[in-house]
Nanobody, 124 residues
Framework: QVQLVESGGGLVQAGGSLRLSCVNS????????MGWFRQTPGTEREFVAS????????YYADSAKGRFTISRDNAKNTVYLQMNSLKPEDTAVYYC?????????????????WGQGTQVTIHA
């Protein structure tokens, strides 16, 4: 069973940094590609970044390129999202997810396990 728990969200000023963590308390973490998505009220969940099961391949939304870095530590069953140069438009609830279906890692429908989310709020 896969159980994902995010942490690391908070309130920071624009230009600041946060590092989100997502721990899988279940099994088979290293078997899954992992992704980060975000969502604001009234909008669909938006892809942010993904990483392959080995960590050798990563992919970013245009909004995240050059500012965010996704990484994973399979020994710790943890995936991270380092977010730098944060902007007010990055304000959202951030979710991590495990990809269990074939297809693009940017598509939320390919993910089958989701965490509960962590709130990120950026003040101008």
């Amino acid at each position: 069973q896969v159980q994902l728990v995010e942490s690391g969200g908070g309130l920071v000023q624009a230009g600041g940094s946060l590092r989100l963590s997502c721990v899988n308390s279940g099994r088979f973490f290293s078997s899954f590609g992992m992704g980060w998505f975000r969502q604001t009220p009234g909008t669909e969940r938006e892809f942010v970044a993904s990483i392959s099961w080995s960590g050798s391949s990563t992919y970013y939304a245009d909004s995240a390129k050059g500012r965010f870095t996704i990484s994973r530590d399979n020994a710790k069953n943890t995936v991270y999202l380092q977010m730098n140069s944060l902007k007010p438009e990055d304000t959202a609830v951030y979710y991590c997810a495990a990809q269990i279906r074939p297809g693009s890692s940017t598509a939320s429908g390919t993910y089958g396990y989701w965490g509960q989310g962590t709130q990120v709020t950026i003040h101008a």
